[in-house]
């Protein structure tokens, strides 16, 4: 089994962007969408009954992305990353919107001596 370094440039995900926090720190904002599927969260649930939206008791939030094999790697990297939609997102995209979806980060395997 090969083990890989992961490099994501979160800034390119939709809507990201660094902020200022009120405590003088900086922070990286990422929208949540779970329509699209990009970036999804269970941090909420909808009670069926009621309709009311109330917090989970196990909080997650998942950045999904789909890793593509390079046929010639480069730069020691294997394969690139893309952010991953749903299915039904994904029906929705031509071919030409599907070739718009930016690269985000790629993969590379892992070695010892890599100071990333």
């Known amino acids: 089994m090969t083990n890989y370094n992961l490099k994501l440039d979160a800034l390119k995900l939709k809507g990201a962007r660094v902020i200022d926090n009120p405590d003088g720190s900086r922070g990286l904002y ?10 999804t969260d269970g941090y909420f649930v909808t009670d069926k009954k009621t309709g009311v939206k109330k917090e989970k008791a196990s909080k997650s939030v998942y950045i999904n992305l789909t890793a593509f094999e390079l046929h010639e790697p480069k730069f020691g990297q294997t394969h690139f990353l893309k952010p991953a939609f749903n299915k039904g997102v994904m029906e929705g995209l031509t071919e030409e919107q599907l070739r718009l979806v930016p690269f985000v980060g790629n993969l590379k395997p892992w070695s010892a001596t890599d100071n990333q």
């Open 30 to 39: 990422i929208p949540i969408n779970n329509r699209i599927g990009t970036v």
